[in-house]
């Protein structure tokens, strides 16, 4: 059973920060937030997938505040975000990576957007990479081919069509917009939605949980928003490990969960004829992580540094 400290209840916000083995990025994390709280009644809840690097002992002495469940194993990302609703009863939850850092108004502004936007039922900001750069965090649902396609050629072609067309390169990033789904690294979610569609699917041990809801979003006929007037850093992979192992293990985790969404989405319809060759795209997108791990390409040139 998992253990949970005591912290008051709210009515406006929740954030949701699912921690394993994370304590680096968790602390710039937390440090982002408490410098940049938002001006509504919130609380932070983090949830420790039984991390073994003082994660726990670190929290229980310097943020007191924050309401704390610690589990003995690691129940995945999906599972541990519906413990912090369960335990929380706010108007709104944002589920925040641990490898994410807020900046001032960012919080606020989610807030602002959702209630201007009572359709809403997730809205996903504008994302920064460590380097400065745009992460296109909002995408399309692709078809059977887009999928494939983006698949096999998006680590070798990042600019091939599929990709671009998946990703929603051809959308403006400074305007907010109607989209099929947002990145999971940070998303806010409306209870009053949630309570609709029901939690995150827990078959997601991580990864495409964040598809899974937004498309159930749009199956109850809440809409999915990206909202740029909000930016968030997210340090990508950080949450996830990033040595060798854990890239690997990082890729076959998001091919099985890929899998999943498609059996649980396709099963019943025509579909379930192409699982031969879902199976062999995914497992050809497993085998280029294998061989980009091993056979690194050498970086050249420095990045840009992103500051707030």
């Not at 998992?2 to 994390?29: A, H, M, R, W």
């Not at 294998?290 to 990045?303: A, D, E, L, S």
Request: with cysteine; hydrophobic share 40%; glycine share 6%.
């Amino acid at each position: 059973m998992p253990q949970i400290s005591e912290n008051k209840k709210n009515k406006d916000l929740t954030i949701s920060i699912v921690s394993y083995n994370s304590l680096g990025f968790l602390k710039e994390c937390l440090r982002s937030i408490f410098e940049n709280p938002p001006a509504v009644d919130y609380s932070v809840i983090v949830v420790d997938n039984a991390s073994a690097d003082g994660t726990s002992e670190f929290l229980k002495k310097n943020y007191p505040e924050i309401k704390l469940i610690l589990n003995d194993t690691n129940i995945g990302f999906a599972a541990a975000n519906n413990q912090a609703i369960k335990n929380s009863d706010s108007r709104y939850i944002i589920l925040m990576n641990s490898d994410c850092e807020v900046y001032k108004k960012s919080l606020d502004n989610l807030v602002e957007f959702m209630d201007r936007n009572p359709d809403a039922g997730i809205a996903g900001p504008k994302i920064i990479n460590s380097d400065g750069t745009v992460q296109m965090s909002c995408r399309r649902f692709p078809s059977l081919l887009d999928a494939a396609a983006h698949n096999i050629l998006g680590d070798i072609f990042p600019d091939n069509p599929f990709s671009k067309k998946y990703k929603l390169a051809d959308i403006p990033r400074d305007n907010p917009s109607r989209v099929d789904w947002v990145s999971g690294s940070c998303m806010i979610i409306r209870r009053e939605a949630l309570e609709d569609t029901g939690m995150l699917d827990e078959r997601y041990f991580m990864y495409v949980e964040d598809v899974d809801i937004c498309y159930r979003m749009w199956q109850k006929k809440w809409a999915v928003y990206y909202c740029p007037d909000a930016e968030i850093m997210h340090h990508i992979g950080g949450s996830a490990g990033g040595n060798e192992a854990g890239k690997i293990k990082s890729s076959y985790r998001m091919q099985k969960s890929a899998f999943y969404f498609f059996w649980k989405n396709y099963r019943k319809s025509w579909k379930i004829l192409l699982i031969p060759l879902i199976i062999l795209v995914l497992g050809f997108r497993v085998l280029l992580t294998v061989i980009k791990t091993i056979f690194p390409k050498k970086n050249k040139g420095t990045c840009k540094t992103f500051k707030s």
